[in-house]
């Protein structure tokens, strides 16, 4: 069965950089899918944050393209986000989730989510 | 940028048929689907490509997708089935979410 966990700080400082790894087990990375990123503002609706092939390949979202970097090392089966000068509005609950690759991109596994909070 | 339209809130009483729309311009030249999102849980997928129920996902849930507008149906709505749902679709190379409706069952 697939699974997805995400890790990392859950408290960020404002203007630094937002870093968390999505591990994925039950399915190898490089067996193919995108893998992506989509947050959750406390209360609000879900945000599509950007995607990854197994070959490096991106998909992201424009409006946070510009401080966006994701990764991936299929040695250790993970995938990784890196938001950079973060502000309060990117406190949220962040989800790595497993992409079809085609049709409507739909996202079937997900992990259970972590909350990072961007306070000083 | 794409846009998808929902409603704010559903409302249906036990054993009868809910419908949640999605709007959005020429939805139905491209394929849409359906998370359902209970409080405190992750984001579970109920319809892909517009009408595909995965596996798990109960009979009563069924999805379309035509014209400008996709719609999520619940058959026989239960009160598990109370819950945020979310229509989702692929454009210009994003991910592009409704703003969710709120599906109340009373």
């Known amino acids: 069965q697939v699974q997805l966990q995400e890790s990392g700080p859950g408290l960020v400082k404002p203007s630094e950089t937002l870093s968390l790894i999505c591990t994925v087990s039950g399915f190898s990375i490089s067996s193919g899918y995108y893998w992506g990123w989509i947050r959750q503002p406390p209360g609000k609706g879900l945000e599509w944050i950007g995607n990854i092939y197994h070959s490096g390949s991106t998909y992201s979202n424009p409006s946070l393209k510009s401080r966006l970097t994701i990764s991936v090392d299929t040695s250790k089966n993970q995938f990784s986000l890196k938001l950079t000068s973060v502000t309060a509005a990117d406190t949220a609950v962040y989800y790595c989730?497993?992409?079809?690759?085609?049709?409507?991109?739909?996202?079937?596994?997900w992990g259970q989510g972590t909350l990072v909070t961007v306070s000083s | 940028s794409y846009e998808l339209t929902q409603p704010p809130s559903v409302s249906v009483s036990p054993g009868q048929t809910a419908s949640i729309t999605c709007s959005g311009d020429k939805l139905g030249d491209t394929y849409a689907c359906w998370y359902q999102q209970k409080p405190g849980q992750s984001p579970v997928l109920v319809i892909s490509?517009?009408?595909r129920r995965p596996s798990g996902i109960p009979e009563r849930f069924s999805g379309s997708n035509s014209g400008n507008t996709a719609t999520l149906t619940i058959s026989g709505t239960q009160a598990m089935d109370e819950a945020d749902y979310y229509c989702q679709a692929w454009d210009s190379s994003t991910v592009i979410f409704g703003g969710g409706t709120k599906l109340t069952v009373l």
């Open positions: 989730a497993r992409h079809h690759t085609s049709g409507s991109y739909a996202l079937d596994y």
């Open positions: 490509q517009d009408s």
